[in-house]
């Protein structure tokens, strides 16, 4: 019961409409943002109520903003705190194709008395085919960690090999995931395995005509964890979700409605026990939309009851 509630309360806050990998032209198709948006500030508030009218109280924490180019593809993004300071800050550097060749990043640590800056890199290398063969990332101007990929004629990523520098530069191999892919370029499996060459995870995918994945099944160790079954509507957004957690009786059931803009407008988790369904958690949504039709509040209720503001300050080219 515990991971069952566990699984709730991580799952519903954060659910999107879903969208393939492969639909994705740019970083505002990926964050659902419409027309150009130059700018993108996110901000977090506790909820008021004042005689049934919700109104933002105090800023909360997990705060973020970004900035995007003219392709909509992101320049720079932070995090930071209620009180305003930045926790975390990237910047992202383009080729002339308009795929990353570096990301800097800045990490702020407060201790109290005092706050520690880590500051790292990541420097992307592709083929001639464009597509991404290397990572490497590096702290204080030395290399820790190194991604490797590999493609198939069809420029599918079919291997992803992960190793780790010692600080004698010593390569220490930490494992790799092998993807295959169906007639269509859908994602049908992928198997992670350690460094010594054992399997890990598996995930195997189904989708239906439509390229939506309809089946998902996750193992560890070659057991089966559990089962995700996914129905949607004629526009091709989730609508209902079914887990089956392997090794339990219990099925849970998430469903979901939007609104005519595509987001989100409430999504229910239903527990099954025993052929007898139990209404764990809802939560709704109400939006402000600008003239652009991208929503700039959105209030969050859990079980009816107002739990979130979050308000979107953009600016557009």
């Known amino acids: ?33 419409k ?31 970004y900035s995007f180019n003219e392709q909509g593809f992101i320049l720079s ?11 975390t800050s990237q910047k992202i550097i383009y080729n002339e194709q308009n795929k990353k060749s570096e990301i800097r990043t800045l990490n702020i640590v407060d201790l109290g008395d005092t706050k520690i800056n880590f500051e790292s890199k990541s420097v992307y290398k592709y083929n001639s085919e464009g597509n991404n063969v290397e990572i490497l990332t590096f702290a204080r101007d030395k290399e820790t960690a190194k991604e490797e990929y590999q493609y198939n004629l069809k420029n599918e990523k079919i291997e992803g090999r992960t190793i780790f520098f010692q600080d004698d530069g010593k390569e220490i191999f930490g494992g790799k995931e092998i993807y295959k892919y169906d007639d ?5 499996e992928q198997i992670g395995y350690s460094s010594n060459g054992d399997e890990t995870t598996r995930s ?24 995700r079954f996914f129905k949607y509507n004629n526009e091709n957004r989730k609508i209902e979700e ?33 052929l007898e369904n139990r209404i ?20 969050i209720y859990e079980n009816g009851i107002a739990k979130f503001i979050t308000k979107r300050i953009i ?3």
């Open 280 to 299: 764990l958690r809802k939560d709704s949504y109400k939006y402000i939309y600008d003239d652009k039709g991208n929503w700039t509040e959105k209030i």
């Open 204 to 227: 195997l995918f189904v989708y239906d005509q439509k390229n939506n994945k309809v089946e998902e099944a996750s193992y560890k160790q070659n057991t089966l964890e559990e089962k």
């Open 1 to 33: 019961m515990k991971k069952i509630l566990f699984l709730i309360v991580c799952f519903l806050p954060f659910v999107v409409a879903c969208t393939q990998e492969n639909k994705i032209k740019n970083d505002l198709t990926e964050l659902e943002l």
């Open 242 to 274: 079914l887990v089956n957690l392997s090794n339990s009786k219990y099925k849970l059931v998430f469903y979901f409605q939007y609104d005519n803009n595509g987001n989100e407008l409430s999504s229910e988790g239903v527990l099954n026990m025993n």
């Open 77 to 87: 993004f932070e995090t930071f705190g209620k009180d305003g300071e930045i926790k």
């Open 315 to 317: 600016e557009y080219y």
């Open 35 to 65: 027309d150009k948006v130059k700018s993108l500030r996110i901000i977090n508030y506790e909820p008021i109520d004042k005689f049934g009218e919700i109104t933002a109280g105090e800023r909360l924490e997990g705060n973020r903003s």
């Open 184 to 188: 269509k370029g859908n994602l049908i």
